[in-house]
Every structure is written in structure tokens, then in C-alpha cells.
């Protein structure tokens, strides 16, 4: 069963950074070949696409609301999808996901729509506070 787990997360002040991690688990499971989504769900409020980076690391998509803050990035010695979060903010608050498409190499219908998406972490919470 293909599985991801998010880690990384934490209590933060403003204007600090923190880098969050996505790894696959489960026999044979590898985000190494996997587009990968980042999301992020804050209390009473949708899930939102934060970042995307596809299969090969080539092309990264931001939202508006964090780009020039937050860089995704893959790191295949470790198997593992990097989301370097700086000058963060309070609004940044929520538990983050990632995912990916049903598909090794395939690139997600929507790159910010969650039903694009089969696969799913646990979510790992950040915080944002003084």
C-alpha cells in the first residue's frame, strides 16, 4: 500500500523558517518517481495547493501567497520531497499535506485541485507565533 508521511513541522515565529518533508512509504514506494503536492488545511478553512514540483524536479508551481518564501525541491539520495518554508507568517498556520497522483510520472489533472491527487500524508502541523 503506498503511503506518504509528512515531517517537519512545529512551532515557529514570525519571520522564521522551517522545512518540511515528504517521503513514501510502503514496499517498493518511492516519491522519487511521483509528482508531488503540497497542501495545507488551516481550522474552518478549505484545503489549499501551497506548492507542486513534478516527477523530475524540472517544473515547480507556487501559490501566490508564498512565493519568494517557500521552495520545493527534491532530494532523490533520500527519497524525499523538501518544502523549505521562510519568512513565515501567521496566516501560514495549518496542518500541511503531501501528495501525489495515482501514477509514477503522472502529472495531476489540476495541479492545486486535491482530486487530482490518490495519494495522501497524515499531515504535519505548523504553527505560526510569537
Known amino acids: 500500500q503506498l503511503q506518504l508521511v509528512e515531517s517537519g513541522g512545529g512551532l515557529v515565529q514570525p519571520g522564521g523558517s522551517l522545512n518540511l518533508s515528504c517521503i513514501g512509504s510502503?514496499?517498493?514506494?518511492?516519491?522519487?518517481?511521483?509528482?508531488v503536492g503540497w497542501f495545507r488545511q488551516a481550522p474552518g478553512k478549505e484545503r489549499e495547493g501551497v506548492s507542486f514540483?513534478?516527477?523530475?524536479?524540472?517544473?515547480?508551481i507556487y501559490a501566490d501567497s508564498v512565493r519568494g518564501r517557500f521552495t520545493v525541491s527534491r532530494d532523490n539520495a533520500l527519497n524525499t520531497v523538501v518544502l523549505q518554508m521562510n519568512s513565515l507568517e501567521p496566516s501560514d498556520s495549518a496542518t500541511y499535506y503531501c501528495?501525489?497522483?495515482?501514477?509514477?510520472?503522472?502529472?495531476?489533472?489540476?495541479?492545486?485541485?486535491?482530486?487530482?491527487?490518490?495519494?495522501w500524508g497524515q499531515g504535519t502541523q505548523v504553527t505560526v507565533s510569537s
Open positions: 501528495a501525489t497522483p495515482r501514477w509514477a510520472g503522472e502529472d495531476p489533472r489540476t495541479f492545486f485541485g486535491t482530486e487530482s491527487y490518490s495519494f
Open positions: 514540483i513534478d516527477a523530475t524536479g524540472g517544473h515547480t
Open positions: 510502503g514496499s517498493g514506494f518511492s516519491v522519487d518517481y511521483y509528482a
